[in-house]
Every structure is written in structure tokens, then in C-alpha cells.
Nanobody, 127 residues
Framework: VQLQASGGGLVQAGGFRRLSCVAS????????VGWFRQVPGKEREFVAA??????????HYADSVKGRFAISRDNAKNTVYLQMNSLKPEDTAVYHC???????????????????WGQGTQVTVSS
């Protein structure tokens, strides 16, 4: 599966942004899709994930974004979204989407668990 992330940009603190991860080559509902973010000098950080339909399609979030971010999937558009609300300057990062066919619940938060990655999209939150 090939992934294309988009939707990044500059936003003021308190604002919102929606990122998109469009899949091609395969049906995205058959994959667990995660969003990760990375700032220079730091490891890639888990943000959110949605499990494949066959595993219930459940959603999972890092504590730092719980209640502010929402991950969802549009099967008709073969796209996973990350709706980001109440943005903070510390949310500034390059955001990447990733996918894998079969991940256990304990592995969805680890970047190394995912085989397929899209390019990043920069989100900058100004104070």
C-alpha cells in the first residue's frame, strides 16, 4: 500500500487542522493506520491509530492528544483523517501516517511495528 499524507500548514494556537492520509494500491480498511509525529532531534512519537475493520476498527490515542484529536476512516475515499483541535505550540511537528496489515493492540503505538509509511506533512502551531 502507498500512503500520501497532506493537510499540514501554519495554524494559531487554539485552532484546528485536518490531516489526510490517502491510500492507494490496497483497501485501507484492511490495514491498521497510525499517525506519528516527529520534531528534530527526537524520536518519532505515537499520536493516534485506528485498527483495521477486521480487528474492530477501534481508535487509540496518545495521552497528550486525547480529547483534542480524532482519527477516522472514510472507506469510500480510502482515506484516514486526523482531526486536530485546540492545537498547542507543542503539537508542532512533522506528521506521518503509517499502515500495517496486522498489529496487536500492544504494538500499535510503536513506529517500528508499521511496514508502510507516507511522507510527512509539517504542522506548525504559533503561539
Amino acid at each position: 500500500v502507498q500512503l500520501q499524507a497532506s493537510g499540514g500548514g501554519l495554524v494559531q494556537a487554539g485552532g484546528f487542522r485536518r490531516l489526510s492520509c490517502v491510500a492507494s494500491g490496497r483497501t485501507i480498511k484492511d490495514y491498521t493506520v497510525g499517525w506519528f509525529r516527529q520534531v528534530p532531534g527526537k524520536e518519532r512519537e505515537f499520536v493516534a491509530a485506528i485498527r483495521r475493520s477486521g480487528s474492530g476498527g477501534t481508535t487509540h490515542y496518545a495521552d497528550s492528544v486525547k480529547g483534542r484529536f480524532a482519527i477516522s476512516r472514510d472507506n469510500a475515499k480510502n482515506t484516514v483523517y486526523l482531526q486536530m483541535n485546540s492545537l498547542k505550540p507543542e503539537d508542532t511537528a512533522v506528521y506521518h501516517c503509517a499502515a500495517d496489515r496486522d498489529l496487536t493492540l500492544s504494538s500499535i503505538g510503536r513506529a517500528g511495528s508499521y511496514d508502510y509509511w507516507g511522507q510527512g506533512t509539517q504542522v506548525t502551531v504559533s503561539s
